[in-house]
């Protein structure tokens, strides 16, 4: 169930019930197991969590993936957190690949709550002592929360695959709006191609609209690589892979971390101006939501480095040559 260090320092691993799965492949990269849980929901909805062996003095992760339905599971998470500070663990990291309500990290209108913060504030009130996700969708959110907070970067990752599957004297790197442009600048560095951005205007009072305006660089005859931190309903991608093609462009690749996925996601991003996309497996993905063009990188191995260097006392910022 657990790893033993000097002076019988315990690593213990516990999932909520959202993606299990990515729960366990952490584990078995940390050759552990997770912890057996009593997770239960009641007639009424509310949840209870009860695990079934002793987490006193303990280094725990309460690992959860925060899919749909997303209030559940921040509930159940939330829960898991009071159980472990109760049942007197020693510290309690939050690990949350995907940030729940990370694209509300500021007010952009008036009357408008800031719900990134507001979910710090609850991990801290239910006893979380340090924060791990991947690819925060604002990197302002580190300075929600009043502890350590762990942003690793999939990058590695997603880029890896890129290098090993895809002609690189063809490839461009695009940027799908401006806000994305410092990371997409980054992915153009390590691969060694040109950049261009999608400018693109969205209306603040209309939820996942957005108009493509015209397209900064030079794509004809390129092989365009969109790198995108989460995908949602796909609305973006594809109007912007209908641009580049429109402009061009003989073949467009998806990458993102986050396959959020909601409908009509699947049906837009096997759209034909959409040669592949590629995502991670920090949120789970049914057979229904997946198709031939559709590649999924497993996250679990950044995951458990991470969380090794956290129990070790290690660095996590090592991991990402300083950038971290």
């Given at each position: ?162 290098q090993d599957t895809v002609d690189k004297s063809l490839l461009t790197v695009v940027s799908p709006d401006m806000g994305r442009v410092r990371v ?141």
């Amino acid at each position: 169930m657990s790893i033993k260090a000097s002076g019988e320092k315990q690593l213990v691993i516990v999932s909520g019930r959202a993606h299990p799965q990515l729960a366990e492949d952490i584990a078995a990269e940390l050759d552990t197991t997770v912890l057996p849980t009593d997770a239960r929901t009641f007639a009424n909805g509310e949840l209870y969590a009860r695990f079934d062996e002793s987490v006193r003095g303990c280094d725990a992760f309460v690992i959860q993936s925060h899919t749909a339905p997303i209030n559940e599971w921040l509930m159940e998470q939330l829960i898991m957190v009071d159980a472990l500070k109760r049942a007197s663990a020693k510290r309690i990291t939050v690990v949350s690949p995907f940030y729940p309500y990370g694209r509300q990290d500021k007010k952009n209108r008036g009357r408008e709550p800031i719900s990134a913060r507001l979910i710090a504030d609850l991990y801290a009130a239910a006893g979380a002592d340090r924060i791990m996700s991947v690819d925060l969708h604002a990197a302002q959110i580190q300075g929600f929360f009043d502890g350590p907070v762990d942003h690793l970067f999939a990058m590695p990752v997603l880029l890896g695959h890129i290098q090993d599957t895809v002609d690189k004297s063809l490839l461009t790197v695009v940027s799908p709006d401006m806000g994305r442009v410092r990371v997409a600048d980054v992915w153009s560095d390590k691969l060694g191609v040109p950049l261009a951005i999608i400018h693109k205007r969205r209306d603040p009072k209309v939820m996942n609209q957005v108009s493509v305006h015209e397209i900064v660089g030079d794509v004809k005859g390129r092989v365009c690589l969109l790198v995108d931190d989460l995908i949602d309903t796909g609305r973006t991608i594809a109007k912007g892979a209908a641009a580049l093609k429109a402009a061009g462009a003989v073949g467009v690749i998806v990458a993102a971390t986050h396959a959020v996925f909601s409908d009509p996601a699947t049906e837009l991003l096997s759209s034909p101006d959409i040669d592949r996309v590629i995502v991670t497996d920090t949120l789970p993905l049914p057979e229904v939501k997946r198709w031939d063009r559709l590649t999924v990188l497993p996250i679990a191995p950044l995951l458990a480095r991470a969380i090794h260097e956290v129990f070790d006392d290690g660095s996590v910022t090592s991991m990402f040559d300083g950038a971290a």
